[in-house]
């Protein structure tokens, strides 16, 4: 899953992606009102953690305008202010909960995992191909009743093909979207981890569902005129 942190202290967003990335979701943060405005309206996000006082536009101005776009998304707030004032001004323009600094980061984590329980759908919630089955909320794998202990990136990347089931993925889209950076053809970093995942999750498994498209990239299913390397 990938959430959105907007927060303008850049050691607290630091520790706050840091901490996010080892409970296996996919982190981008924003360090003004701006930016998370337009990453929020850009992307596809599960959920955003949203600072109150952002400079260039507040978290109170971001979550109005985002609420008119994207009605839906989950939203935690994060603020300084333990008026009841502040609270409940959040609340009325949309914020799903809050939090109040200095906050415990397994508090934190606790609500988020409450949040997307509440908005996710079971479809979305847990991802079936074949027999191997991936809950994105309580990051648990399982393949023919058999618990598949991942890291964090393995789970990610996990994730990611098993959301484009049956769809082929360039290696340029995975270093995208599952380590949030530009793609750099000399690295084989894709591949190693494609490598590590088949260890877990087709070794002594059939069939083989994490397959190589030459030329291409990788594909995660049955679908018909695949190679498998």
């Not at 009605?71 to 009325?92: F, I």
């Not at 329980?117 to 023919?144: F, M, P, T």
């Not at 202990?149 to 990347?157: G, I, M, S």
Request: aromatic content about 6%.
């Amino acid at each position: 899953m990938r959430i959105l942190v907007a927060e303008d202290d850049a050691s607290l967003a630091k520790f706050l992606r840091k901490g996010l990335e080892t409970e296996n979701y996919a982190v981008d943060c924003a360090a003004d009102g701006e930016e998370a405005e337009s990453l929020a309206a850009e992307h596809d996000y599960d959920l955003l953690v949203l600072d109150i006082n952002l400079p260039r536009r507040s978290g109170f101005e971001v979550l109005s305008h985002l609420r008119r776009k994207k009605p839906s998304l989950p939203v935690l707030l994060l603020t300084a202010h333990g008026r009841v004032e502040d609270r409940v001004r959040g609340l009325d323009l949309g914020a799903d909960d809050y939090i109040v600094k200095p906050f415990s980061f397994s508090e934190l984590c606790a609500r988020i995992r409450a949040l997307l329980r509440r908005g996710q759908r079971r479809s979305d919630a847990v991802l079936k191909v074949d027999s191997l089955e991936l809950n994105r909320i309580e990051h648990s794998v399982v393949r023919a009743g058999r618990a598949i202990d991942l890291t964090p990136k393995e789970f990610a990347l996990l994730e990611y093909l098993m959301l484009n089931n049956r769809r082929r993925v360039t290696r340029a889209m995975i270093i995208e979207h599952v380590w949030n950076m530009s793609f750099d053809s000399t690295t084989n970093v894709v591949d190693v981890y494609i490598n590590y995942l088949r260890s877990k999750v087709d070794e002594g498994f059939e069939p083989k569902l994490i397959r190589t498209i030459r030329g291409v990239g990788y594909q995660l299913g049955l679908a018909a005129g695949m190679e498998e390397h």
